[in-house]
């Protein structure tokens, strides 16, 4: 942690450390902003803490899942569904699950780094289909920062030219694998697109960090530096301008305001003493994650703003939407027995199916994108999870091991990831009884799919099941039933969890405008996930990102102008 000055006035104040923090850190210290960071979490040495090329006979646990390792303790991020101190509530009936980072990066240490643009369909639904809203920007308004992102980040993938799918500017895209090169031929007998993966791994050098090696691990952190997280890509930079203090162990606890209304700093809790704090700034921004920022703005209550901070529209929390995902794994009778070779790849598939249908011939007004999963990782605690899946698997000694090696990447899968319709049942709001262990005031979440979303995991499930069946192969479970909601993962399961400070022109339907700045407090910005007016079938980092970017050049803009 480095030394606070309670006495500076900084020109800006960001909450929290990882993709739209961690953004708005790289382009404010760069145009010279002298930028306090205040993050939850502990600090994280990429090269000196990751556990990139542990073998699990090194751990006791040989890689098993720990309280705040809930992926295994390999795994880059710390964090999890449960904090120990920091309870969340559910409202009766909801099924919601918060999964929250706490360390320097925040999820970006062991993201999936699918790293898909918008397209401009995404930001006009409305005008589209009458579902939802529009955005109050276009593609063509964030298309020059997701170029920035690209050639910052780095990407890879290939010019499809795609409609609704933008290709970035990609580096060349990994080979595809053997098992991935089988479901691609399935995939085109089905007439879905299945195209290369769009990852933010490098595999080309660029701006010093090392191409990818293919040790297959990105979600445990690269040692290297050859994938994309905010602590290995946009943190140094900011650190080296001079221009960031970063105080980690800092849970912000409300924002400050003066008596014009205008945002004057953070007040946090020092984990490590529990002492309370407060920085002064000329410009707050919140990147907490979108429901950690609606909380603080909830939090941040005061008599001129009794229902919260930048919510005279009552709209903070609101709209809150997470990804629609199902999966379906099957064994490939065809993969068992196969001459060994080679798999090496990155950490993550080389292949991905973007959204191929029309859905004005659907009975689901929005799309899907499908994720693969299969092939030949090392084997760890959990390996193949339940053998006895597998016909005649399973048993003791020797027929046991015979049976792991007879079918050891012999699986593949399929995750859907779909677009959510926002809807007003689903939101977070503070429990009027419920507090952390600093005594702040906790969300409590509602929750409700529309028959839009399951529909669209209907529609999901039995590709899927196609898939399997046009590879000659055998699937795990049965096609889960209506009453089951055909398999559809509860709520913030995806941990894609946008909207809960949206943007838009209207200061009664809208938390922030087109810029993220708040409509009631011009000094006050939000850069993570809060802003999004609408999911997309897309994972949503890529455009936290330039997003983030948009913004902090708006703020540095407006700072030289004089406004802000
Ligand atoms: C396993 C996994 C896989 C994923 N895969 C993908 C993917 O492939 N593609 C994709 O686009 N997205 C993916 N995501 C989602 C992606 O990680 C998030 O969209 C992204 O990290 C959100 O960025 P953020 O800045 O809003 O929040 P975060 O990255 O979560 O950062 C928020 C930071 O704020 C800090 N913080 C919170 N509250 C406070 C407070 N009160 N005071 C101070 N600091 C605070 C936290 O400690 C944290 O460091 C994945 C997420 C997970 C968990
Ligand atoms: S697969 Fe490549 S990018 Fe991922 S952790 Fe290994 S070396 Fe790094």
Same mark, same amino acid.
């Given at each position: 942690?480095?030394?606070?000055?309670?006495?500076?006035?900084?020109?800006?104040? !960001?909450?929290?450390?990882?993709?739209?923090?961690?953004?708005?850190?790289?382009?404010?210290?760069?145009?010279?902003?002298?930028?306090?960071?205040?993050? %939850?979490?502990?600090?994280?040495?990429?090269?000196?803490?990751?556990?990139?090329?542990?073998?699990?006979?090194?751990?006791?646990?040989? /890689?098993?899942?720990?309280?705040?390792?809930?992926?295994?303790?390999?795994?880059?991020?710390?964090?999890?569904?449960?904090?120990?101190?920091?309870?969340?509530?559910?409202?009766?009936?909801?099924?919601?699950?918060?999964?929250?980072?706490?360390?320097?990066?925040?999820? #970006?240490?062991?993201?999936? *780094?699918?790293?898909?643009?918008?397209?401009?369909?995404?930001?006009?639904?409305?005008?589209?289909?009458?579902?939802?809203?529009?955005?109050? !920007? #276009? @593609?063509?308004?964030?298309?020059?920062?997701?170029? *920035?992102?690209?050639?910052?980040?780095?990407?890879?993938?290939?010019?499809?030219?795609?409609?609704?799918?933008?290709?970035?500017?990609?580096?060349?895209?990994? $080979?595809?694998?053997?098992?991935?090169?089988?479901?691609?031929? %399935?995939?085109?007998?089905?007439?879905?697109?299945?195209?290369?993966?769009?990852?933010?791994?490098?595999?080309?050098?660029?701006?010093?960090?090392?191409?990818?090696?293919?040790?297959?691990?990105?979600?445990?952190?690269?040692? $290297?530096?050859?994938?994309?997280?905010?602590?290995?890509?946009?943190?140094?930079?900011?650190?080296?301008?001079?221009?960031?203090?970063?105080?980690?162990?800092?849970?912000? =606890?409300?924002? #400050?305001?003066?008596?014009?209304?205008?945002?004057?700093? +953070?007040?946090?809790?020092?984990?490590?003493?529990?002492?309370?704090?407060?920085?002064?700034?000329?410009?707050?921004?919140?990147?907490?994650?979108?429901?950690?920022?609606?909380?603080?703005?909830?939090?941040?209550?005061?008599?001129?703003?009794?229902?919260?901070?930048?919510?005279?529209?009552?709209?903070?929390?609101? @709209?809150?939407?997470?990804? $629609?995902?199902?999966?379906?794994?099957?064994?490939?009778?065809?993969?068992?027995?196969?001459?060994?070779?080679?798999?090496?790849?990155?950490?993550? %598939?080389?292949?991905?199916?973007?959204?191929?249908?029309?859905?004005?011939?659907?009975?689901?007004?929005?799309? @899907?994108?499908?994720?693969?999963?299969?092939?030949?990782?090392?084997?760890?605690?959990?390996?193949?999870?339940?053998?006895?899946?597998?016909?005649?698997?399973?048993?003791?000694?020797?027929?046991?091991?015979?049976?792991?090696?007879?079918?050891?990447? %012999?699986?593949?899968?399929?995750?859907?990831?779909?677009?959510?319709?926002?809807?007003?049942?689903?939101?977070?709001?503070?429990?009027?009884? +419920?507090?952390?262990?600093?005594?702040?005031?906790?969300? =409590?979440?509602?929750?409700?799919?529309?028959?839009?979303? @399951?529909?669209?995991?209907?529609?999901?499930?039995?590709?899927?099941?196609?898939?399997?069946?046009?590879?000659?192969?055998?699937?795990?479970?049965?096609?889960?039933?209506?009453?089951?909601?055909?398999?559809?993962?509860?709520?913030?399961?995806?941990?894609?969890?946008?909207? #809960?400070?949206?943007?838009?022109?209207?200061?009664?339907?809208? +938390?922030?405008?087109?810029? /993220?700045?708040?409509?009631?407090?011009?000094?006050?910005?939000? +850069?993570?996930?809060?802003?999004?007016?609408?999911?997309?079938?897309?994972?949503?980092?890529?455009?936290?990102?330039?997003?983030?970017? *948009?913004?902090?050049?708006?703020?540095?803009?407006? *700072?030289?102008? /004089?406004?802000?």
């Amino acid at each position: 942690m480095q030394k606070v000055s309670q006495r500076k006035t900084y020109d800006v104040c !960001i909450v929290g450390s990882g993709a739209g923090g961690g953004m708005a850190a790289y382009v404010l210290t760069q145009a010279g902003a002298d930028v306090i960071m205040l993050e %939850a979490g502990g600090m994280w040495d990429l090269a000196k803490d990751s556990a990139m090329l542990e073998w699990p006979y090194e751990s006791p646990r040989r /890689g098993a899942s720990t309280k705040d390792h809930p992926f295994g303790e390999f795994d880059g991020c710390i964090g999890g569904w449960d904090i120990e101190g920091e309870p969340y509530a559910r409202a009766a009936g909801t099924q919601f699950d918060w999964w929250r980072a706490r360390m320097l990066g925040g999820r #970006t240490n062991h993201w999936g *780094r699918i790293s898909l643009r918008f397209g401009p369909d995404d930001f006009q639904r409305r005008n589209l289909d009458g579902l939802g809203d529009n955005w109050p !920007i #276009t @593609y063509a308004d964030v298309a020059p920062y997701y170029d *920035r992102v690209d050639r910052l980040v780095g990407v890879f993938g290939s010019k499809e030219g795609l409609h609704n799918h933008p290709d970035s500017i990609f580096l060349p895209p990994p $080979t595809p694998r053997c098992w991935e090169l089988m479901v691609k031929q %399935a995939a085109d007998r089905l007439r879905i697109t299945c195209i290369p993966s769009r990852l933010s791994i490098l595999t080309e050098s660029i701006h010093g960090r090392a191409a990818c090696h293919h040790c297959g691990q990105c979600n445990r952190g690269c040692k $290297t530096n050859s994938n994309f997280s905010s602590t290995g890509v946009l943190i140094p930079p900011a650190m080296a301008t001079g221009k960031l203090t970063l105080v980690t162990n800092a849970m912000a =606890r409300e924002v #400050t305001t003066d008596a014009r209304g205008l945002a004057t700093g +953070v007040s946090y809790v020092n984990k490590l003493t529990g002492a309370d704090e407060h920085v002064n700034a000329r410009v707050v921004v919140l990147a907490a994650s979108a429901c950690e920022s609606a909380r603080l703005l909830l939090n941040s209550r005061s008599s001129r703003f009794s229902h919260g901070l930048a919510n005279s529209s009552g709209v903070v929390g609101k @709209y809150l939407t997470d990804t $629609t995902g199902t999966d379906v794994g099957g064994y490939i009778p065809k993969m068992v027995d196969h001459v060994p070779h080679n798999e090496d790849g990155v950490g993550g %598939a080389h292949l991905y199916m973007p959204w191929w249908l029309d859905n004005r011939k659907l009975d689901f007004p929005r799309g @899907y994108h499908i994720e693969l999963w299969g092939g030949l990782g090392v084997p760890a605690y959990g390996f193949m999870g339940g053998i006895q899946r597998y016909p005649s698997g399973g048993g003791y000694g020797k027929s046991l091991k015979d049976d792991y090696r007879k079918y050891y990447g %012999a699986t593949v899968g399929f995750s859907g990831r779909g677009e959510m319709i926002p809807n007003e049942e689903s939101y977070c709001e503070l429990d009027p009884g +419920v507090v952390d262990q600093w005594g702040i005031p906790v969300l =409590r979440f509602h929750w409700k799919w529309s028959d839009h979303e @399951y529909k669209q995991v209907k529609h999901m499930q039995e590709t899927f099941r196609s898939l399997v069946a046009q590879m000659g192969g055998e699937v795990f479970s049965p096609m889960p039933s209506k009453e089951e909601g055909y398999g559809i993962a509860a709520g913030g399961q995806i941990i894609h969890e946008l909207g #809960t400070t949206r943007m838009g022109n209207d200061p009664a339907r809208s +938390v922030l405008n087109a810029h /993220g700045q708040a409509h009631d407090v011009k000094n006050l910005f939000v +850069v993570d996930g809060g802003p999004f007016v609408s999911q997309a079938d897309k994972n949503p980092t890529w455009t936290i990102l330039a997003l983030s970017w *948009r913004t902090s050049e708006y703020i540095a803009d407006q *700072r030289k102008q /004089g406004v802000v």
